[in-house]
C-alpha cells in the first residue's frame, strides 16, 4: 500500500465522521485520462477533504515555504504534493502541473487560490482556465458545502464535466474560462444548498 493511499484512508477514518461528510456525483469523475478538478476553497481541509471524497489520486499544488524542511519535503512529495511560488509566474509548477495531466493523472485546483472564508465562492485566478485551454483534461467542478463544524454534515458534490472544445476552438481566455469554471462551482451550491 502507498503512502497515499494509508494516508487517504486514515484521513477518511476522521474526517468521515467528524464532518459527517456526504459525497455526490462520483459518478462525474471520469475512470482515466487526465482530469482537472476545480473547488470553491472554504478551508484548510479543503485538500484532504477533496483527495478523500474523490474516487482518483490527487495531485496538489501546495505553497513553496512548506517544501522547505527535508522531511516535510519528502512527506509531501510521496502525498503527490508539489510546490508553487504564490504571487508570480511560476514556470516550473506550471510545467509540472501540465506533465501531470499529460501523463493521465488527475489536478486538484482551488481557483480562487485563498480561501474565502464568506462560504460565497470568489473571483477565480486564470490558473485554472490556462490548464483547461492548455490540456485535453476533463475539468470536474467541484462544490464544498460547509460550514466545517464538528457532526453538522459538510457536503462535497461534484459536477458533470464541463464542454472545453468550444473554448478551445474559440481561443476564449484564461480568465473568462476561469469564470464558466466559478459559475458552474456556483451552480453546484445553489443547487446542492
Known amino acids: 500500500m502507498s503512502l497515499y493511499t494509508f494516508a487517504k484512508n486514515v484521513v477518511a477514518a476522521i474526517l468521515y465522521p467528524v464532518y459527517r461528510i456526504k459525497v455526490v456525483g ?31 489520486d490527487i495531485y496538489f499544488m501546495a505553497k513553496e515555504e512548506l517544501f522547505n524542511n ?18 508570480m509566474k511560476d514556470r516550473n509548477a506550471l510545467r509540472q502541473a501540465l506533465n501531470i495531466l499529460e501523463e493521465g493523472n488527475t489536478l486538484g485546483l ?13 473571483k477565480g485566478l486564470a490558473g ?8 485535453q483534461a476533463y475539468i470536474v467542478p467541484c462544490a464544498i458545502i460547509g460550514p466545517y463544524k464538528p457532526f453538522k454534515q459538510l457536503k462535497v458534490v461534484y459536477g458533470k464535466p464541463i464542454e472545453m472544445e468550444q473554448y478551445r476552438e474559440n ?20 443547487e446542492n444548498r
Open 26 to 56: 462520483t459518478e462525474n469523475v471520469p475512470d482515466n485520462g487526465p482530469v482537472i478538478i476545480c473547488s470553491n476553497h472554504i478551508s484548510n481541509f479543503d485538500p484532504p477533504v477533496v483527495g478523500i471524497t474523490a474516487p482518483r
Open 70 to 87: 527535508t522531511f516535510l519535503r519528502g512527506l509531501l512529495t510521496r502525498l503527490h504534493a508539489f510546490p508553487i511560488k504564490r504571487g
Open 110 to 122: 482551488f481557483p480562487e487560490g485563498t480561501r474565502n472564508k464568506t462560504g460565497e465562492v470568489g
Open 128 to 135: 485554472a482556465g490556462f490548464f483547461a485551454l492548455r490540456s
Open 171 to 190: 481561443k476564449v481566455s484564461a480568465k473568462d474560462v476561469t469564470q464558466v469554471i466559478m459559475q458552474e462551482i456556483q451552480k453546484l451550491i445553489d
